[in-house]
């Protein structure tokens, strides 16, 4: 008997979608059920290394194309691990994964543009097929459970129903019953060319019968004529054909390698639409033995900037054998971006889970992998500069954690790292070898600022005293670099500042010297104004001060040497986190109009009541300057028109 069920709501809005949105290039589905079955059987066959009843005595792996002209169906069958009843409704219809929800969000707002090609990459392959079909069944049973099979039936209209059947062999059939407009999926042409184009690596032969038809001819090779003289027929027999290659192109010699062929397998590996941005293959002898070709994308997806997804992005093959695609040691977190593949010869083939843990082989693997990369990287940054430009401005923010995570490579990601700065237009970026070769002789740190963007930091009051000094000054654009930065505790011997926190001292001892008196006297006409300050902003500042770093700007707030910055504690905010409640550090410029009228006011009438309107005005000035919301805008934006009226009256 069957049961119907209800897709979830965002499954029922993929199909929506699928159905009605995505119109060109349809005949990926194909690829995507393909890979299905492709990975189906890979999981079997790992199955099969540890329990050989997997097996049930067919050790043969095989998937098959099969086509029905009357009946206007094409089945994809596969004799892979298969599923159980629980596993088909877990799987397909009601558990909507992640990978749905992003799908559903990108989709919408590409509506017209997002390529079909995506939709693997969000792990929600299999709805493809509705792209073709106006009803796809599901036959399946789970290899070495020979009693209960599963037929799952929808038309992709919002319900599917499940009923409990026999099946001879063991994995799943895919059948697909395609609308009247798209019937060319039946003809062997059409078939022949998809799987040469999408699926020609994959690793299991990819079969359909076909039809050959040959000359009938005697023994000695000449033609039979009929009793008019003329030659029979061709005689046509049905053979089965294996239309896929099956080349393990990571295997094979560089040389003999099209960019083509590289190109397709990393569409099907990544389910990227487009080409990869760079191509890396090499294989290693010695110590460890092992091939790999990895990939960087031209873009980062969806589940690349997440920092708890695991990485999926290596296939671990033992001997042409996959192994597995979520294996952690083999490669580092902040190189999550890459795709590809790693075969090695060190591994035995049934290694289990709790094996590949404690893998030494695995340990050399990471390391070289590791290497390769960042040396390539290097490689680009030196040798194609606008190129790694690209690369760092979609991954750089992923390779920066590796200075928290590989302090054995931290020397090699330092130099990666870009940085917009005080002294280049605002999309261009440098590096910390070109920063320090463009100090100046009396330089002795490093300087950066952290911010929201290269237009706040350009505007920020705190580069004033650097600027005057013809010191350039990094700026800390990432998020992330908050979390990072602290990792590097200096750069060729330079320490790191962060310019908005603790006391400026760029003025050397002869200067110092020089200045001292004027410091000094700076420091009492200003003595009673500080000390008033303090009073009247007590509530909103840990303290007031006569500033080093200020030359144009009236004021600025900054932090004390040891609290968090504010770019932080806005980060730490946005993830609900709690932030202690610490105060800025209110910094004026003796030498500024605005402070010697404040003086003014001050000397003549201690008490005046502007005062305290002033301070807050000052205050909240500051906090503007640093692009930070003032407590009370409309306060602020009535005590701006009062003194405007004054002025102009
Ligand atoms: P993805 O393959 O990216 O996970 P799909 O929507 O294509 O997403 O498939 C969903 C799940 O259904 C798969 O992860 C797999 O567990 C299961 N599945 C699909 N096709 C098969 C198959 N031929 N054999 C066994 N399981 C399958």
Redesign the pocket.
Known sequence: MATQHEFKTEVKQMLDLVIHSLYSNKEIFLR??I???S??ID?ARFEALKDTAVLEDDPTWKIKLIVDKDAKTLT?R?N????TAE??E???GTVA?S?TKHFLENLKANKDELPPELI?Q???????AFMVADEVT?L?RRAGDKNAATKWVSKGDGFYTLEATTKETR??D?IIHLKDDETEFLEEWRLRKIVKKYSDFVEHPIAMDVEHSEPVKDADGKDILDENGKPLPPKTTIVEETLNSQKAIWLRSKNDIKKEEYDEFYRHLS?DYQEPFETIHWSVEGQAEFKALVYLPQKPTWDMMVQDNHPHGIQLYVHRVFITDSCEQLLPRYLRFLRGVVDSADLPLNVSREMLQEARALTIIRKNLTKKVLDTLADMQKNAPERYETFYSNFGAVLKEGLREDFENSEKIQNLMMFHSTALADDKRTTFADYVKRMPETQKEIYYLTAEGVANAKNSPQLEAFQKKGYEVLFLTDPVDEFVIPSIENYDGKTLRDISKGDVDLDTEDEKKAKAEERKAAEETNADLVKKLQELLKDKVSDVKLSNRLTDSACCLVDAEWAMSQQMQRMMKALKQEVPDVKQILEINPDHPLIGALRGVLAKDADSPKLADYAKMLFDSARLMENQPVDDPREFAKQVAALMAESLK
């Open positions: 995507e059920i890979s299905n079955a990975d189906a999981r994809v596969d892979g691990v298969g599923m596993e088909v877990k799987n397909i994964n990978g693997g969000f792990g929600v392959g299999f709805y493809s599901l399946t994995g799943t895919v389910h």
